[in-house]
């Protein structure tokens, strides 16, 4: 057993010894809930760690232990916990109704906001980043009346059966890594939707253009997320963007961002605004309800066109909802204006420059990946620039790291390798040095 392995197992005792009332709850709730949890992926290694509240940066679990929180709820968080103006924004509308499936005029200043924020007129809201990459694939399908839509390797859209497709399988199922084929991402997905969505490499645009001109005038869309963040966080190299723009518009095919994550994580607008790159139809949800259910898809005036006009029929009881729409008005309009930005840039440097001295003192073999609110540490010297290099890092020692913080007090996603810490405005320099002091006890550790 190495180093590595042999502090799992300790660090795996310590969080047991810590959280006996989530053992407990996690017993107690297979007996009730499937696998013990409300989504799979709220399954943590060595166990489940349940929570009872939070406020502002910090979490409380159920033994009463208290962690910064950098977890932000899979990127939801950035508005942080109970922040006055959205408390104040859901309080005042839950006594007036939470639920009429008719719309109220908060709608329109969200989607006048998140307009100006996008540069794209139209908008309509859905209730998950699921939903709205379900949408832009419909929609994309709907305007062009062709039905294949390419997506790249590795990168998640939620979980409808045209996304599920060669999201996070392992190598040796992916075919040649220049013509990767389409493979399910787990079961339930039939081979005929499988079929349809077609698999490139990321930041490969000879690639993009090839199956472009193969599937030329069969080609609906494509639905890209501008920065991989569900294989840690993997940038568009320079020019990737444009290239995609370009490819796509010169062949008549849609292109999709979906800012499920980087929307207004990575900046005001976006990942769109901070490359410079508009797509046809935007995909959003998580930070933008503050904490509420959401979803929202934006587009041209020319493809959203087809749900004016009611060919493609975008419904669902619960869109437009009151109180998402409340919380997502004070969130837009409240929360994060030019301030919020400044600050979570400053504590955004803060950890990058920290965790850098310290991963150069104690040659770790790892690097910073960050842009804008969001950030990982990648367990690799070498940069990451597909899902194929990603495949190729240890897992142990993301893990490994993830214990040192979370018995540390600092709450990272159980996905270690895969997921990313998210600040938020109510996040302050000492909860950053929290994070840099158990980095340094990690480093430490591993090196020694
Ligand atoms: C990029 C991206 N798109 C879509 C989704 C799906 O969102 P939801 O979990 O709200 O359905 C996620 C979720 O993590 C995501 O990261």
Redesign the pocket.
């Known amino acids: 057993m190495d180093r590595l392995d042999q502090l799992i197992e300790e660090q795996e005792r310590i969080f047991l010894e810590r959280q006996p009332a989530s053992a407990a709850l996690t017993e107690r709730a297979t007996t009730h809930l499937a696998g013990g949890v409300t ?1 799979s ?1 709220q399954i943590s290694r060595p166990g489940t760690v349940w929570l009872t509240h939070g406020e502002g940066s910090r979490v409380w679990d159920a033994d009463g232990h208290e962690y910064v929180d950098l977890h932000g709820g ?2 939801v968080g950035l508005a942080g916990h109970g922040h006055p103006a959205i408390v104040e924004a859901i309080a005042s509308r839950a006594p007036r109704g939470t639920h009429f499936a008719q719309p109220v005029e908060d709608a329109v200043l969200v989607a006048a906001e998140l307009g100006r924020r996008w540069g794209l007129p139209l908008w309509r809201f859905n ?7 379900m949408d832009a694939f419909h929609l994309m399908r709907a305007a062009t009346g062709r039905e294949l839509v390419v997506k790249v390797e590795g ?5 409808h059966d045209a ?1 599920m497709v060669s999201v996070y399988n392992a190598l040796e199922e992916l075919g040649p890594a220049e013509r990767p084929v389409s493979v399910a991402s787990g079961a339930g997905i039939p081979q005929a939707m499988i079929d349809l969505t077609l698999v490139v490499p990321f930041n490969d645009l000879d690639a993009l253009a090839r199956v472009l001109d193969e599937r030329e005038g069969g080609v609906a869309g494509m639905i890209l ?1 501008p920065v991989l ?2 294989a840690g966080i993997i940038l568009p190299e320079d020019g990737y963007l444009e290239g995609v723009r370009e490819l796509t518009r010169s062949r008549g095919v849609l292109l999709a961002f ?5 929307g207004l994580t990575v900046g005001p607008g976006g990942a769109a605004e901070r490359f410079g790159v508009t797509p046809d139809i935007v ?1 959003l ?2 930070a933008m309800g503050g904490g509420v ?1 959401c ?1 929202a898809i934006g587009g041209t005036e020319e493809v959203m066109r087809v749900i004016a006009e009611g060919e493609y029929e975008q419904v669902g009881t619960f869109n437009g909802n009151p109180l998402t729409m409340a919380a997502a008005r004070a969130t837009l309009t409240e929360v994060l204006d030019d301030e919020a930005y400044e600050h979570l840039d400053a504590l955004a440097e803060r950890m990058v420059k920290g965790s850098d001295e310290v991963i150069e003192r104690h040659g770790l073999p790892a690097h910073v990946v960050a842009v804008g609110a969001k950030g990982c540490l990648t367990f690799s010297e070498s940069p990451v620039r597909s899902y194929r290099d990603f495949l190729a890092v240890d897992d142990r020692w993301s893990h490994c790291h993830w214990l040192f913080q979370h018995n540390g007090g600092v709450f990272l996603p159980p996905w270690g390798k895969a997921e990313q810490w998210l600040l938020s405005v109510q996040h302050a320099e000492e909860d950053v040095d929290r994070f840099l002091e158990n980095l340094e006890r990690f480093a430490a550790a591993v090196g020694g």
């Open positions: 989504s992926w899979y990127g209730n998950s980043g699921t939903e709205a990459t990168s998640y859209h939620g979980h996304a997320e963040m569900n979906d800012e499920v994550k980087t995909c949800a998580k259910p979803g």
